[in-house]
């Protein structure tokens, strides 16, 4: 993952490091180069221009006091501002309310969401032992109900039964009077998806919204869709609004883009990795080791 930036900034800063000093200028000469590998990496252009601003207000400001190479300080103030720019430390999946905790997951058709709908589920149950419902409102694919239901009994967690029929306004209302009426600490909805965003789909999950009153409304994107997954986000935000995102398909990106414009566009942590197609195959987003990725 994030190799081809990673790279670029290790070859931006060799040279840097071998002239051993650190001007304005080699400050600048290293950044148009930062500058290239972050767009290359698809990461949005007005957050490679604050990225960059913040980077060089910084380098400039501490040249020459530390015993390290100038190279490795840039270095250095580039990785602790991808650092600050993904999002300090690792933000968990919040549950803090009154149990049933309504965890809402939204996101386009094919993102991932139903299988990162039972990764969490799997997840919450085993490692913090909660009792979680999954329920999918996913009327509009025939077969996304019953895909729901079959990675429930895969990861062993239970999924609200299905009416033929039910519009997903009221699968939703009926998962969260089940989820209360059986003391479930964690209500898990999958929305239904599209194939690209349309109002008819923003409103419902709006409806869905005002009536379940999710703790977490989850986004899930496709990490290897770069700039259309950071649209994608930036209207969620914006129309349903969103507490955190989950990046799928990680295992599959070579480009760290995604990550880093999808958090400075929706202002949203990114809680969560999905990195592979199998239940388990979910991992913390740790943005410390991102940064150092992308750095190599
Ligand atoms: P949905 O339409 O958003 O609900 O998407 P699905 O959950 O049905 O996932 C679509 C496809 O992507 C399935 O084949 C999943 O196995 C696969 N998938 C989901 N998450 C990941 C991931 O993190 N990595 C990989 N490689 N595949 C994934």
Do not use: C, Y
């Amino acid at each position: 993952m994030f190799e081809s930036l990673s790279q670029k900034l290790s070859g931006a800063f060799e040279r840097l490091t071998r002239r051993g000093a650190l001007s304005e200028g080699d400050v600048d000469e290293a950044l148009r180069e930062v500058r290239v590998a972050l767009l290359e990496a698809d990461v949005a252009l007005p957050v490679v221009k604050d990225f960059i601003a913040s980077v060089r207000e910084a380098a400039i400001g501490e040249a020459v006091l530390k015993s390290i190479t100038p190279g490795q300080m840039v270095v250095k103030i580039v990785h602790d501002h991808l650092v600050q720019a993904l999002g300090g430390g690792a933000e968990g999946i919040n549950l803090a309310t009154t149990p049933p905790a309504v965890v809402l997951m939204v996101g386009l058709q094919g993102s991932g969401k139903t299988t990162s709908t039972a990764k969490i589920a799997m997840r919450l149950t085993r490692r913090e032992r909660k009792r979680v419902l999954m329920a999918s409102l996913d009327t509009r694919r025939p077969a996304a109900q019953q895909q729901l239901a079959t990675l429930g009994q895969q990861a062993e967690v239970k999924t609200l039964n299905i009416i033929g029929g039910e519009p997903p306004l009221a699968i939703a209302k009926r998962a969260l009077q089940t989820a209360t009426l059986e003391a479930f600490d964690v209500l898990m909805l999958d929305s239904a998806g599209r194939l690209h965003i349309d109002d008819e789909l923003m409103e419902e999950i709006a409806a869905i919204k005002t009536a379940t009153k999710p703790i977490e409304t989850l986004l899930v994107a496709d990490a290897m869709t770069g700039q259309d997954a950071v649209n994608v986000a930036k209207t969620f935000q914006d129309r349903i609004g969103v507490t955190g995102i989950m990046l799928t398909r990680v295992d599959g990106d070579a480009r760290g883009g995604a990550a880093l414009s999808m958090r400075a566009v929706t202002g949203q942590p990114i809680k969560l990795l999905g990195v592979g197609e199998k239940l388990d195959a979910l991992e913390d987003f740790h943005p410390d080791r991102i940064a150092g990725r992308i750095l190599g």
